[in-house]
């Protein structure tokens, strides 16, 4: 099963750096060290929110024309899912399209990120 976002299929190239891992929340915390009259200084953790980092990849096209209509969803939201049939509502915030070494394999790709919105 490819991904998906917004009902367009796309692969997702394996040859390119792991990306991240999907939509893995990271806790946001601070330290604060306070310095005691005449104690042990002491250091207060505040934990905060949790922020979703962005998930990039590179996503290949048999056709171009399946291309430009993700090349189209840019700044849009919906449904993106995964090739192991988890999804979330995402906003697809960059595409970058990228040149590939050999233009007449008819091998088409777009550089994406996603940002996470919530649960699907």
């Not at 692969?11 to 750096?17: L, T």
């Not at 988890?86 to 007449?104: G, N, T």
Request: charged residues 20%; proline residues 8%.
């Amino acid at each position: 099963m490819p991904w998906s976002f917004r009902g367009q299929d796309f692969a997702v190239v394996a040859d390119n750096p792991i990306f991240e891992e999907w939509f893995k929340g990271v806790l946001n915390r601070t330290v604060d060290p306070v310095l005691t009259n005449g104690g042990a200084p002491r250091a207060y953790v505040h934990l905060g929110g949790t922020s979703v980092p962005p998930l990039s990849m590179v996503a290949q096209f048999d056709d171009p024309d399946d291309r430009t209509t993700l090349l189209g969803f840019w700044r849009t939201s919906g449904l993106l899912e995964d090739d192991d049939g988890r999804s979330c509502q995402a906003v697809l915030a960059e595409v970058v399209a990228i040149r590939v070494i050999k233009p007449d394999s008819g091998v088409v790709r777009l550089g994406v990120v996603f940002e996470y919105l919530g649960p699907a």
